[in-house]
């Protein structure tokens, strides 16, 4: 907008200016509204991506072992298979129950199970891999 023909005393600038700083005061606050509402949706992203992160490890390890489940081995053994070219592939799998572990759990507590969970897991790792466990655990 021009502004022609127009007679500016010292009143004129002070309301032109007054008038000025409350534009640029608006703008300067709609710029900041807009900034921090990128950065609450970034920070909403992120920390969506890290619960998804968590829910994947809670749904495909053992939180005491760290191992993979049985969830996660039935998905791994599945890829495998579908990406396998050999019309034979070679695979093995083994599953063990551990008899009357739900006894101890009851008896002396879950962590006295975890404890005995995790030492089944560490040796037969250990039988398997010639005890290099390390590839198998998270930790």
């Keep these: 907008m021009e502004i022609y023909n127009i007679h500016f005393t010292p009143v004129n600038y002070i309301i032109f200016y007054a008038v000025e700083g409350i534009v640029m005061g608006i703008a300067v606050y709609i710029i900041e509204t807009i900034r921090n509402s990128i950065q609450m949706r970034e920070d909403l992203l992120e920390s969506e991506k890290m619960r998804r992160k968590q829910l994947e490890e809670m749904a495909y ?44 759990n009851d008896t002396y507590g879950h962590d006295a199970g975890g404890r005995v969970s995790e030492g089944d897991c560490i040796t037969l790792a250990g039988i398997v891999f010639g005890g290099n466990t390390h590839r198998q655990t998270r930790r």
Excluded: M, W, Y
């Excluded at 599945?78 to 050999?86: L, P, Q």
């Design 61 to 104: 390890h053992d939180p005491l072992t760290g191992l993979h489940n049985r969830l996660a081995i039935q998905q791994k053994l599945e890829d495998f298979v579908a990406t396998n070219d050999s019309s034979n592939p070679v695979i093995s799998c083994v599953f063990i129950d551990v008899d009357d572990f739900k006894f101890i």
